[in-house]
């Protein structure tokens, strides 16, 4: 992915476009490749240190219990972001439970949105703590 996003233009959305409907468990969006390119040589040398071993070892990407309380989370931070909303880890907790609500999902069949499950989401959509 990253060589294919430095071949056509350098553009970070156009790679997600490019990537999402190719990998669409992954939903590629901007934020998770400008975190790729952050940590390019990283990524480029677990590529070729798990190459060189005796067989290929590929990451297999984390499947969501709840993909889409996951989607509309996605789709609502990305609006939120842009609204310039406060992004606290109550609104998020918040949030994750009324759309768990819409969809129907019962109680007993809730993540335990734990403290460990807000930093991989703030992670996952690029989210920071500013001062």
């Given amino acids: 992915m990253l060589d294919w996003h430095h071949a056509n233009g350098k553009n970070q959305s156009k790679t997600a476009q490019h990537f999402n409907p190719i990998y669409p468990n992954l939903k590629i969006k901007q934020p998770l490749v400008s975190a790729w390119i952050k940590d390019e040589e990283k990524w480029r040398k677990e590529w070729v240190k798990t ?3 005796p067989r290929h070892v590929a990451k297999q990407i984390c499947q969501t219990q709840h993909p889409i309380v996951t989607e509309m989370m996605d789709l609502w931070v990305s609006k939120a972001m842009e609204d310039k909303i406060l992004l ?3 609104v998020l907790w918040q949030k994750w439970s009324k759309f768990a609500d819409l969809v129907g999902i019962p109680e007993d069949a ?3 949105l734990s403290d460990g499950w807000l ?7 690029g989210l920071k703590e500013v001062k």
């Fill in 119 to 125: 930093s991989c989401f703030k992670v996952r959509n």
């Fill in 110 to 112: 809730r993540l335990n």
């Fill in 51 to 53: 190459s060189m071993g």
């Fill in 88 to 90: 606290t880890g109550e």
